[in-house]
C-alpha cells in the first residue's frame, strides 16, 4: 500500500508539547512563535522531519498555520479543514480560527502588545509572508523577529530523520525535452526578467528543469533540493549526495555544478548581482542571504513555473495515455462498487485498498498521488478527508461513497473524483448533485479567449448552485503536473485566480456541494486548455478544454429535467467516448456489461 491508515493525529498531546514550547520560548525571550505546515522548500508535501504543526497540535491536514503565544494559541486552516481541524487538535488548548476570513496576520494584529517580540524561522516562511506579519505587528508596536535554531525542533526529542531518497533520471523521450534545452530557456528568461540568476526552492521546479525525479516525499516524486540557474554559466545543484548513485550524479555534473544543500545558504550570499527569487514561494532566508552579500533581490515568478505547466506534445501524449490505463482501473473498481457495496460489507479502507490494487494491476502505478479521500455518509461531506482506523465508517444503503483518487504514472499524473450512490438517493441529493454536474458541464464547455484567467470561468461551475443559495468552499480547479506534483501552479480555476490560462495546462474541474453531518458530492475532471480556434461567424479564435479523464459520472443521481440540451449532449457524448476507449481494455465479461449500463444515454 502507498497510504497507511494509521490514526496519526492524537489531540492529547497539544497540551504538553505547547507548553514545553512556550518554555523554550519564553527562555528565548519571545512573546510567541509561529508554526507554519512547510518546509524549507515550501512545497505541498514534507517529510516527516518538518511535519511540526502535525506534531506540536494534531491536526493532519495539508495546509495550517499555529501561532502560539504565552497565554493563548490558535490554528488556522481553510474551508477544506474548518471541520476537521476540531477533531484533530485539543481546543481546551487551541483555538481554530478560518485562514481566509480571518487571516493570522489580521488576528495578531489584534491580540500582540506593544514590544511583544513574536518569533518565526526564517527558512518557513515566504517573504511576502513574511511582509504581511511585519506590517500588521508594526501596526501594534510589535517586532517580528527572525530565530536562528527552530524552537519547537528543540523540544521534538524524537524528531525523524531528514529523508534521503533516492534520485533517478527523467527519461528524455517521456519529458519531451532534454534538461540543457530546458537550462537553456530558463538562462533566457532570467536575463528578460533583469536577473543575472535565480535561486530555485521548490523540488518540483528543480525536478522538471534537470529531468530528474526523486522518493523524499509522499506521493510526490521530487528529491528535496536547491538550484541557482545562471543568465550565462553553469547552474548549481544543491542536493545530498547520498541520494545520487554513480549514474545519476555523472549526468547530473554534465548539465550543472553538484553540490551538497548546506552550501546553498552560503553560495546566495556570495551570488552578488541580481537575483531572480519568488517571494511567493522562496523562503524568507533566501531573500536575506542574497541582500547580506550585497546582491539585488529581483521579485518575480519562479521562471520554472510557467514552462513546467505548458505542457508539450509528448507530455500531454503521456498523460491522455495514463488517463486511458487509469479509466480502465477507475471502471473495474466502480463495477466493484456497484457488485460488493449493498452487501453490507465494505468499509472506507476496504474501498481504499481496492482501488489501490486495481491501479497496481495496471503494471505501470509508481505511487498514488495523494491519500485517497474515501468518504462514507457524513465522512463525505469534509472536502478533504482522510480515512483512519479510528474514523472508518461503513458503506451503508441508500447512502453516498464520495472518492477522490490519484495515480502516478510515469508518463502522467491523475486526479479524479466521482460521487456514487448505494442503493436509493433521496431527492434533495439528486437535486444537489444535478446541480453540480451542471456546474462541471458548463466549465468544461467553456470557450474563453487569449487573457482569461480561472478567476473570469469560476462562476461558471458555481452558478447553478447560487441559484438555490448554495455554494462550496473550495476552489473549483488547480493545476496538475506531468509526474509531478498533483496541485501545481500558476494556473488555477477559482475566486483567487488571477494567472491566464495557456494551451497546454492541464487543470482540474471539480465542483462541489457538501452537506455537513450528512453527505458530500464532487465530479473531478481533468482537462487540457486547448489552443484558439475560429468559432463560425466570430471575430476571436477562443481556447477550450479537451478532457481527458475517461470515467462514468453516476446517472442515478442525475435529474434529466434540470439538464440544457447542450448539457445532456455533452454527457452522452462523453459516456460514449469512455465506452469507445475503455471497453477494448476490459477482460472481464462482467465489467464490460457495467460499463455498457453505465455509459448508455440518458433517459428523459
Known sequence: MFQTFDNVSDPSHGKARIAALRAELKRRGLKGFLVPLADEHQGEYIP??????????????????????????????????????????????????????????????????KGDRIGFDPWLMTAAEVGRFETALAASDAEFVAVDGNPVDAVWTDRPEPPKGRVSLFPENLAGESAESKLARLGEAIGKAGA??????????????????????????????FAILRKEGRPSLFIDGAKLDNVVRDRLEQIAAVEP?????????????????????????????????????????????????LKNPVE?????????????????????????????????IAVTKKLEEFRADTGALRDISFDTIAGAGPNAAIPHYHVSTASNRKVEMNGILLVDSGAQYQDGTTDITRTMIVGTPTEEMIDRFTRVLIGHIRLTLARFPKGTSGAHLDVLARGKLWEAGLDFDHGTGHGVGHYLSVHEGPGRIAKTGHVPLEPGMLMSNEPGFYKAGAWGIRI?????????????????????????????????????????????????????????????????EADRAWLVAATAPLAA
Open 524 to 588: 473531478e475532471n481533468l482537462v487540457i486548455v486547448t489552443a484558439p480556434e475560429p468559432i463560425d461567424g466570430g471575430e476571436r479564435p477562443m481556447m477550450g478544454f479537451e478532457t481527458v479523464t475517461l470515467c462514468p459520472i453516476d446517472r442515478r443521481l442525475i435529474r434529466p429535467s434540470m439538464l440544457e440540451a447542450r448539457e445532456r449532449a455533452w454527457l452522452d457524448a462523453y459516456h460514449a467516448e469512455v465506452r469507445e476507449k475503455l471497453l477494448p481494455l476490459l477482460n472481464d
Open 48 to 113: 516527516a522531519a518538518a511535519a511540526r504543526l502535525l506534531w506540536l497540535t494534531g491536526f493532519a491536514g495539508s495546509a495550517g498555520l499555529a501561532i502560539v503565544l504565552d497565554d493563548r494559541a490558535a490554528i488556522f486552516v481553510d474551508g477544506r479543514y474548518t471541520l476537521q481541524v476540531r477533531e484533530q487538535v485539543d481546543l481546551t488548548v487551541i483555538e481554530p480560527h478560518h485562514l481566509i476570513e480571518e487571516p493570522p496576520h489580521d488576528w495578531l494584529k489584534t491580540v500582540a502588545q
Open 316 to 348: 500531454l501524449s503521456g498523460i491522455r495515455a495514463a488517463h486511458v490505463r487509469d479509466g480502465v482501473a477507475m471502471v473495474r473498481f466502480l463495477a466493484w462498487i456497484d457488485r460488493e457495496a449493498p452487501k453490507g460489507g465494505l468499509d472506507e
Open 261 to 309: 544543500p548546506a552550501g546553498f545558504a552560503p553560495a546566495l550570499t556570495a551570488l552578488g548581482g541580481s537575483v531572480l527569487v519568488d517571494k511567493a514561494s522562496a523562503a524568507f532566508e533566501v531573500v536575506r542571504r542574497v541582500e547580506a552579500g550585497g546582491g539585488k533581490v529581483v521579485a518575480g515568478a519562479d521562471p520554472v513555473l510557467l514552462p513546467k505547466a
Open 196 to 225: 543575472d540568476a535565480a535561486a530555485l526552492t521548490r523540488p518540483d521546479s528543480i525536478a522538471w528543469a534537470f529531468n530528474i525525479r526523486g522518493e523524499d516525499v509522499p506521493h510526490t516524486p521530487e528529491a528535496l533540493s
